[in-house]
């Protein structure tokens, strides 16, 4: 499996901007798809955006898309989601994850066990 370890969260201001990281390590992290997964109070847990292995193909929820930007730095085994302009409805547990294949991913099949992820609060 890719160990993922999730950072960068916090409490921000409608309006704001957060930059999540999401640090990747063991297999060969830089072949593998991966997303940012978030989980809402009382929903269920929903993909935000997806990022092919070599960074040339995205994807968003329509929710956040002109809003998020999702990147990856292969050489430093890192995922990014910049999040700009934060409304409270973003407020979530963020997680990241890796996929066998783009699509899959997007569809939600992941490879890894989720981990702790990183809570974003955006208040009004």
């Known amino acids: 499996q890719v160990q993922l370890v999730e950072s960068g969260g916090g409490l921000v201001q409608a309006g704001g901007s957060l930059r999540l990281s999401c640090a990747a390590s063991g297999r060969r992290y830089d072949l593998l798809p991966m997303g940012w997964f978030r989980h809402l109070p009382g929903k269920e847990r929903e993909r935000v955006a997806v990022?092919?292995?070599?960074?040339?193909?995205?994807s968003y929820v329509y929710s956040v898309k002109g809003r998020f930007t999702i990147s990856r730095d292969n050489a430093k085994n890192t995922v990014y989601l910049q999040m700009n302009n934060l409304k409270p409805e973003d407020t979530a547990t963020y997680y990241c994850?890796?996929?066998?294949?783009?699509?899959?991913?997007?569809?939600?099949?992941?490879?890894?066990?989720w981990g702790k992820g990183t809570l974003v609060t955006v208040s009004s």
């Open positions: 990022i092919s292995s070599s960074g040339d193909r995205t």
């Open positions: 994850n890796v996929g066998t294949t783009f699509s899959t991913l997007e569809g939600g099949y992941v490879m890894n066990d």
